[in-house]
Structure formats: structure tokens, C-alpha cells
């Protein structure tokens, strides 16, 4: 039956939160982490000798760098979501299903990655299937998950609700990834062993989410109507058409949409190119070596990241969500300079301490300002579909030029430079932002 639902209720909020624990070991373990240094280290081509001889793979008959194809991989899932979200969102709302898309995103992220571990380079296009599945279910239950943080709470307590999702999930993903290490290193379990581990870990730990979390919205159904599949692009159209209203919302949204490009594109693609572009030391000390270098750097920035959360969560407290969200987006802007000419691997460590800092603050201030900025509403899945929708379309770019790039110019460093330009566009828009909020009679964020 499940839990009876009150807004504002302790133990509902905590269950929400919690479903950062579950999911963000995919984010970590299977887009950042683990399994981009053994997609990297499966795709090349080795002599006999051990070395590497080629980068290159070949997927339906064409050829492409490995990290190239990876980026393609990516912005074709969030192609998708962009296309079903506004359909099941829609429906979501309309319905009271919300929790069931939830359930079923997360159970299809879950099946992709234990199905990595069958991830073969000789049959690449059906092993890059689960690169796409388990990216698709991971991102599509985010969209629900984050439209029920106006439902659960007020407003007033969105940045710190927002914070402790991120920690508890930086939390639950280092423990996880500690785990596989030793298991690794101890006992010789292989990596691939992981990504079941994973599997399991975000199924079981969602349970407790849904088992509070309400089974279907507790505000009034609509009547019923036809073309029930078009409802959502309808809903999308009707938000595209309120913004007009609310400008606050509608330059926070450009903001968001270019700087968090630059964001999700370092967190999917920071460890290959510290691979590609950081001149590791074979045989050095172990923080010279890349299988230890980049595992180290990694947890660096999820730790650092647990309390970058909770900093520019008080800071906003302080000085408001805007100026903070600037601030971080100025420190993101200072990233990618250092990131384009670096080359050793304690200036590695370095950018990572800050990455960090930046990295978790930002993902959680963004989704709290949104829901603090939007009007009052019954229709909180539409208008989170369109928050993701702006997002997904960002990262269909994002990495789509990033992988373009390189593939023409043949490093990661110029790819970098174009992040930069993403940062510098979102910190003008967020200017702006501001400047319609002074001049407006809504109180500031």
C-alpha cells in the first residue's frame, strides 16, 4: 500500500532524498568512473607487446575514434529522452503515474548496466546498446524524481533538501566504488563484476524511495481527454507559452541550458580525457600512475563535492541563489582554462579539488532555484519535463561537439575551450536573470 502521504513529513523527504544514494552510482561508477577507463582500455588496440597501436573502432561499418563514439552514444540517449519525456511527463501528470515512470526508468537503467558486463568490442554496436539503456533509464527517473521536490516540500526548503540529496548521493557512490576497488585489488574480482553490483545496488536502495514517496500525485486527476499521447507536447507548449509571463524563469532556463552543458559533459567525459591528456607516469610513484591517478582524482571530487553542496547552499542562504550560481559558474570558467593547459598529475589533482567543489553545488542550487522560481502550479511534472527537456537538448550538443572536435583536431584541449564559451554564455544569461528580477515584483531568489 505503501505510505500515507502529508507534505512536509520527515520521513517522506528523507525517502525522496534518498534516491540520490540509489541512482548515483551510475553516475559515478558507470558514467565517470570505473566504466569509462575499461570502455578505454577494451576499445584500443594492442600489440603484443602491450602497446597501444590504435584508438580507432569500427561500429556498423564506419570508423571512429573510441572516446569519439562514446560522445555520440551519449547525445543519442538524451535525444530519446527528449522525445519521450514530454509524452510521459504529460501522462504523468494527467494520470497521477508519476512514481511508475519512475519505477520503470530506474529499472531500465538498472538492466543496462548489468548487461555491461557482457561489453564486448568485437560486438560493440549490441554492447553500446547498454551504454544507451542504462544512460536512457538513468536519466529519464531523474525527471520524475526531481518533479516530486515541489510536492514533498515548500519551497523555503528546497536548497537544503536539494543539498542533502546530492551528498547522500556523492556518499552511497564513493562507498560503492571503494568497494569494487577492494574487491578488485584484494580478492581480483574483475571490474566487470561492477557493473552488476551496481545494478543491484540502485534497484534495492529505490525501494525505500518508492515505498514513501505518494503512488500517485495527490492533486485532483483531470477529465478525461483525447489524444492522451499529445498531452504532454501540449503541456511543454503551454509552459513555453507561461514563460512569456514569467521572464525570471525563462532567462534561468537559457542559463541553465548552456552552462549545464559544460557541466554533464566534464562529469561524462573528465576521465578520458585525463586518460588521453595527463602524462601519466608508468612505473612512478602511485600517484604518478593512471590506473591509480584517475581512481584517486575521481573520489577527490566526489568528496570534495559533499561539501561544495552544502557551502553554496549556506552561501545562497546568504547572498541568494542567483549570485551564487554565478559564482560557480565563474570558478567552472577558471576549469577549463586550467584544464586546456595542463599536462602533470598533481595539476590533475588540483583541478580536480576544484571540480569538485563547483561540481555538486551547482547540480543541486540549479534544481532548487527552478522550483523556487516557478509559478504556482499543479502541473509540477510539465514543468520539470521542460526543465529536463532544456537540459537533455544541451547534452545532445554538449558531447556531440565535444566527440566532433576531437575527431577533427585529434586532441580533447580544444574541446575544452568550447566548454569555456558554454560557462561564459550561462554566467551573462544569469546576469540577466538578475537584472529582470530587481526590475520585477517578485521577491529575489
Not at 17 to 31: E, K, P
Not at 313 to 333: C, P
Not at 362 to 379: A, G
Not at 422 to 433: C, N, Y
Request: glycine fraction near 8%; hydrophobic fraction near 50%; charge should be neutral.
Amino acid at each position: 500500500m505503501g505510505y500515507v502521504f502529508k507534505k512536509n513529513d520527515p520521513k517522506v523527504i528523507k525517502a525522496w532524498t534518498f534516491y540520490d544514494w540509489a541512482n548515483s552510482v551510475y553516475n559515478l561508477i558507470i558514467s565517470t568512473a570505473i566504466f569509462p577507463i575499461f570502455y578505454g582500455e577494451v576499445t584500443k588496440t594492442k600489440d603484443a607487446d602491450g602497446n597501444v597501436i590504435s584508438e580507432m573502432v569500427t561500429f556498423f561499418g564506419r570508423e571512429f575514434v573510441n572516446t569519439e563514439l562514446y560522445s555520440y552514444i551519449y547525445s543519442a540517449s538524451f535525444f530519446l529522452i527528449v522525445l519521450l519525456v514530454p509524452v510521459l511527463s504529460g501522462i504523468a501528470d494527467f494520470m497521477g503515474t508519476k512514481k511508475r515512470f519512475m519505477q520503470f526508468f530506474c529499472y531500465l537503467g538498472a538492466l543496462g548496466c548489468a548487461s555491461l558486463f557482457y561489453f564486448d568490442k568485437d560486438t560493440l554496436e549490441i554492447s553500446m546498446l547498454s551504454v544507451f539503456m542504462a544512460s536512457v533509464g538513468f536519466w529519464g527517473s531523474l525527471v520524475f524524481y526531481n518533479s516530486f521536490l515541489l510536492e514533498i516540500a515548500d519551497k523555503d526548503q528546497h536548497d537544503k533538501i536539494s543539498a542533502q540529496g546530492f551528498s547522500l548521493g556523492y556518499i552511497g557512490s564513493v562507498s560503492l566504488l571503494v568497494t569494487i576497488l577492494l574487491l578488485n585489488g584484494v580478492v581480483g574480482m574483475p571490474v566487470k563484476y561492477g557493473f552488476l553490483m551496481v545494478a543491484v545496488w540502485w534497484v534495492g536502495f529505490a525501494q525505500y524511495t518508492y515505498y514513501y514517496l505518494p503512488s500517485s500525485s495527490h492533486y485532483a486527476k483531470r477529465e478525461k481527454q483525447h489524444n492522451i499521447i499529445w498531452y504532454g507536447y501540449r503541456e511543454l507548449r503551454k509552459v513555453w507559452t507561461e514563460l512569456k509571463q514569467h521572464p525570471r524563469v525563462k532567462w534561468f532556463l537559457g542559463s541553465y541550458f548552456t552552462y549545464n552543458m559544460g557541466v554533464q559533459t566534464i562529469m561524462l567525459l573528465a576521465v578520458l580525457f585525463a586518460s588521453k591528456e595527463i602524462d601519466w607516469v608508468p612505473g612512478g610513484e602511485w600517484w604518478q600512475t593512471k590506473e591509480t591517478g584517475l581512481i584517486v582524482s575521481i573520489i577527490i571530487i566526489q568528496l570534495i563535492a559533499i561539501a561544495g553542496a552544502y557551502i553554496l547552499s549556506n552561501l545562497s542562504a546568504k547572498i541568494g541563489n542567483l549570485r551564487t550560481l554565478m559564482l560557480a559558474t565563474l570558478i567552472w570558467i577558471i576549469c577549463t582554462v586550467i584544464a586546456y593547459f595542463i599536462h602533470l598529475p598533481t595539476e590533475f589533482y588540483v583541478l580536480a579539488t576544484l571540480v569538485g567543489f563547483v561540481m555538486g553545488g551547482i547540480q543541486s542550487l540549479s534544481r532548487s532555484t527552478y522550483s523556487k522560481l516557478l509559478p504556482p502550479t499543479e502541473d509540477h511534472a510539465s514543468y520539470f519535463s521542460f526543465f529536463d527537456v532544456m537540459e537533455k537538448v544541451g547534452l545532445i550538443f554538449g558531447p556531440l561537439m565535444f566527440g566532433f572536435l576531437e575527431g577533427m583536431f585529434g586532441d580533447m584541449r580544444k574541446s575544452v575551450l568550447m566548454l569555456m564559451v558554454f560557462f561564459i554564455i550561462g554566467f551573462f544569461l544569469l546576469m540577466k536573470t538578475r537584472s529582470v528580477e530587481r526590475n520585477g515584483s517578485a521577491a529575489t531568489v
